[in-house]
């Protein structure tokens, strides 16, 4: 960067700090050429993040903040990233016609929205003009758009890398013993008056070794998740259940039913279809997740290379 370039985004950064208010100022967290990245922009892309964290760490306060930090320092590298990306559309010379840019706010309005109507009211909810939205996909089109023209879409993952990966992380490919599950769960009521759940588990129970499928009593009775499926969870780990159904799904044997297992929350049925032991996933059963594993963490090296290339020849600076 020559002194007279250097010396007039100096003086572009120091007036715009002037002109925004002191509360403001004091929430700068990056600049990228003349485009300012505050505090607020980088709370707003965390606050989903942010729930997510509070309920899985919500009894380890220091997890959680760390955590927190993170997810902070990840969003404010990918704002910078998009302003780089953007300040690189500005002086490459290209040019985004408005009309496609009303095209795209059509689709947008249509595919998220519905109609104006809808949009308007969700904008004026979180305080948008529909100025401001308009820019969004603008921005949001001519980052994708660079994104696909410096990142090859045509990476090819070989077969030899695919098993080179395999072989180097057998562990992560380990599973415990399974069983094929199927589950009915009768919640109880704080209501004194309702029915017995434990009752109707024993009445079910004894249809059941009449001869009526399990499927069926799961999706008459079942209050459980699974019960539309039939009560039909899968292939399960002991590691996903709590302690009193594993310990008893875990000891049927494929097509024996438990009997009534009560907890202070729910009665529980169980069917276990099959069991299989721990063992290693076949390169088979891995090979598709391995290679958009492998694409992934290819185009994430992809970009970070583009993106460094951007900040050597882009102002920017952090605070």
Same mark, same amino acid.
């Given at each position: 960067?020559?002194?007279?370039?250097?010396?007039?985004?100096?003086?572009?950064?120091?007036?715009?700090?002037?002109?925004?208010?002191?509360?403001?100022?004091?929430?700068?967290?990056?600049?990228?050429?003349?485009?300012?990245?505050?505090?607020?922009?980088?709370?707003?892309?965390?606050?989903?993040?942010?729930?997510?964290?509070?309920?899985?760490?919500?009894?380890?306060?220091? &997890?959680?903040?760390? @955590?927190?930090?993170?997810?902070?320092? #990840?969003?404010?590298?990918?704002?910078?990233?998009?302003?780089?990306?953007?300040?690189?559309?500005?002086?490459?010379?290209?040019?985004?016609?408005?009309?496609?840019?009303?095209?795209?706010?059509?689709?947008?309005?249509?595919?998220?929205?519905? #109609?104006?109507?809808?949009?308007?009211?969700?904008? %004026?909810?979180?305080?948008?003009?529909?100025? @401001?939205? /308009? %820019?969004?996909?603008?921005?949001?089109?001519?980052?994708?758009?660079?994104?696909?023209?410096? +990142?090859?879409?045509?990476?090819?993952? *070989? $077969?030899?890398?695919?098993?080179?990966?395999? %072989?180097?992380?057998?562990?992560?490919?380990?599973?415990?013993?399974?069983?094929?599950? /199927?589950?009915?769960?009768?919640?109880?009521?704080? #209501?004194?008056?309702? $029915? *017995? $759940?434990?009752?109707?588990? %024993?009445?079910?129970?004894?249809?059941?070794?009449?001869?009526?499928?399990?499927?069926?009593?799961?999706?008459?009775?079942?209050?459980? *998740?699974?019960? @539309? &499926?039939?009560?039909?969870?899968?292939?399960?780990?002991?590691?996903?259940?709590?302690?009193?159904?594993?310990?008893?799904?875990?000891?049927?044997?494929?097509?024996?039913? *438990?009997?009534?297992?009560?907890?202070?929350?729910?009665?529980?049925?169980?069917?276990?279809?099959?069991?299989? $032991?721990?063992?290693?996933?076949?390169?088979?059963?891995?090979?598709?997740? +391995?290679?958009?594993?492998?694409?992934? #963490?290819?185009?994430?090296?992809?970009?970070?290379?583009? +993106?460094?290339?951007?900040? @050597?020849?882009?102002?920017?600076?952090?605070?």
């Amino acid at each position: 960067m020559n002194v007279f370039r250097a010396t007039a985004v100096t003086g572009a950064i120091v007036f715009i700090a002037a002109s925004v208010r002191a509360e403001l100022a004091d929430g700068i967290k990056a600049v990228v050429h003349d485009s300012i990245i505050t505090y607020l922009d980088v709370e707003d892309l965390t606050l989903q993040t942010a729930e997510v964290l509070r309920k899985q760490f919500r009894t380890q306060p220091e &997890q959680f903040q760390k @955590k927190m930090d993170e997810a902070r320092a #990840d969003n404010l590298d990918k704002l910078l990233s998009r302003q780089l990306i953007l300040q690189d559309f500005k002086t490459a010379g290209y040019n985004l016609p408005e009309s496609v840019i009303d095209e795209l706010v059509q689709e947008r309005i249509h595919g998220k929205f519905g #109609d104006r109507a809808t949009l308007t009211k969700t904008l %004026q909810a979180e305080g948008i003009t529909y100025e @401001k939205f /308009r %820019q969004q996909v603008r921005e949001q089109f001519i980052v994708e758009a660079l994104r696909q023209k410096n +990142i090859s879409s045509e990476i090819i993952i *070989s $077969p030899h890398k695919i098993e080179m990966y395999y %072989q180097a992380h057998a562990d992560e490919f380990k599973v415990e013993d399974e069983v094929k599950l /199927r589950m009915i769960v009768l919640e109880k009521s704080s #209501d004194p008056t309702a $029915p *017995s $759940p434990k009752a109707l588990a %024993q009445e079910i129970l004894g249809k059941l070794k009449e001869g009526a499928t399990f499927a069926e009593m799961a999706t008459i009775h079942s209050s459980g *998740s699974k019960a @539309k &499926q039939g009560g039909d969870w899968g292939w399960v780990e002991r590691s996903v259940l709590r302690k009193e159904l594993a310990d008893a799904a875990f000891a049927l044997k494929a097509g024996e039913l *438990s009997s009534v297992i009560e907890t202070p929350e729910a009665c529980y049925l169980m069917q276990v279809e099959e069991a299989r $032991p721990n063992h290693t996933k076949t390169l088979a059963e891995v090979r598709d997740q +391995i290679e958009k594993n492998l694409l992934l #963490d290819e185009r994430n090296r992809l970009e970070k290379q583009w +993106i460094d290339k951007l900040k @050597k020849k882009t102002f920017f600076r952090y605070f």
